[in-house]
């Protein structure tokens, strides 16, 4: 079983910064994926980031060159930075992981991006 609970969401002005982590109550080591979801509202979920357990990044299309993941091992935490905010970037975000063949979810934090 993995707990996931992440934090760092809020309101933030169109163009501004936040920084969300996730705390992964096994060793984010063992882990084959970890990443970020976010839902809309009337949307459907989508991914944002991912690292593997290799340290293999993947981006959504929307976010390259705006959004970096990362990964504190010794803290079994994953981050995500979340630079140059758009409005479309609203949503709740989830963190995830891949354990075995199992998906876990956190459960969801806030993030308002005002215009």
């Known amino acids: 079983q993995v707990q996931l609970v992440e934090s760092g969401g809020g309101l933030v002005q169109a163009g501004g910064s936040l920084g969300l982590s996730c705390v992964s109550s096994v060793s984010i080591a063992s882990i084959n994926v970890m990443g970020w979801y976010r839902q809309a509202p009337g949307k459907q979920r989508e991914l944002v980031a991912a690292i593997t357990s290799g340290g293999s990044l993947n981006y959504g299309a929307s976010v390259k060159g705006r959004f970096t993941i990362s990964r504190d091992m010794a803290k079994n935490t994953v981050n995500l930075q979340m630079n140059s905010l758009k409005p479309e970037d609203t949503g709740v975000y989830y963190c995830?992981?891949?354990?075995?063949?199992?998906?876990?979810w956190g459960q969801g934090t806030q993030v308002t991006v005002s215009s």
């Open positions: 995830n992981a891949y354990w075995g063949l199992i998906a876990y």
